[in-house]
């Protein structure tokens, strides 16, 4: 079955320090590629998305993502973090042309000061 | 209004009361979703529809009940709950696809606030 692994369910930094979050997938097989962000008590934002083309993906409030087939990997990174990036990130799968997404089980970032 | 929006955002019910979630989005799509989202596990798809027609139930229990009166409109109706079934509920759009036909690649979900449910 297909898989997506988020290594770290919890992830402590401080502030202004750079930070990876990391998944992993079980096939590289036409994928597409999603991180999302839930701050608590709201729904999921998506952050960005890898869909074709260029490997490394910019998104908002600073992220970017590097697709890597051979690794089948979506890690998420930002230079420098701050207070506010603080919440729990998702990556997400889509296979082909399926209609549904496969989710990680989240990684909460949490931002020291 | 703009995006996708959930009422009500807080839901407490006994496991006797029937009850509905509503979800709106405002985005021109074609598709929509219900996730369920408990503490500590993956989000889990429970219903996929498109062009109002259901494409999707991952052998969600009958005591969930969708219903899709037209693409910018989904409910949830609920009854008889258990209190495991306390949860967040999240809905979700997309462009989907054409009536009966896969969906493009390029497809993306966008995510209501979701509804905070408590059964007692």
């Known amino acids: 079955a297909q898989s997506v692994t988020q290594l770290d369910s919890q992830v402590p930094v401080f502030e202004e320090a750079p930070v990876e979050l990391r998944c992993n997938y079980s096939?590289?097989?036409?994928?597409?590629l999603f991180w999302y962000v839930q701050y608590p008590n709201q729904g999921l934002q998506l952050l960005l998305k890898?869909?074709?083309?260029?490997?490394l993906v910019k998104g908002i409030n600073g992220f970017e993502a590097e697709f890597n087939k051979s690794q089948t990997s979506f890690h998420l990174r930002k230079p420098s973090v701050h207070i506010s990036d603080t919440a729990e990130y998702f990556c997400a799968v889509r296979w082909g042309s399926a209609r549904q997404l496969t989710f990680g089980s989240g990684t909460q970032l949490t931002v020291l000061p | 209004e703009t995006g996708v929006t959930q009422t009500p955002r807080h839901l407490v019910m006994g496991m006797t009361n029937k009850k509905s979630l509503k979800c709106e989005q405002h985005?021109?799509?074609?598709?929509m979703y219900w996730y369920k989202q408990s503490a500590k596990k993956p989000l889990e798809l429970m219903f996929v529809?498109?062009?109002?027609?259901?494409?999707e139930n991952n052998s969600v229990p009958s005591r969930f009940s969708p219903e899709c009166p037209n693409s910018s409109h989904l409910f949830l109706h609920l009854h008889t709950l258990q209190p495991e079934d306390s949860a967040l509920y999240l809905c979700?759009?997309?462009?989907?696809?054409?009536?009966?036909?896969?969906?493009?690649?390029?497809?993306?979900?966008?995510f209501g606030p979701g509804t905070r449910l408590t059964v007692l």
């Open positions: 979700a759009s997309s462009i989907g696809g054409a009536s009966g036909r896969p969906f493009w690649s390029t497809d993306t979900q966008y």
């Open positions: 890898y869909l074709s083309g260029s490997t």
């Open positions: 985005l021109g799509h074609n598709a």
């Open positions: 529809y498109n062009f109002k027609e259901q494409t």
């Open positions: 096939s590289s097989v036409s994928v597409y």
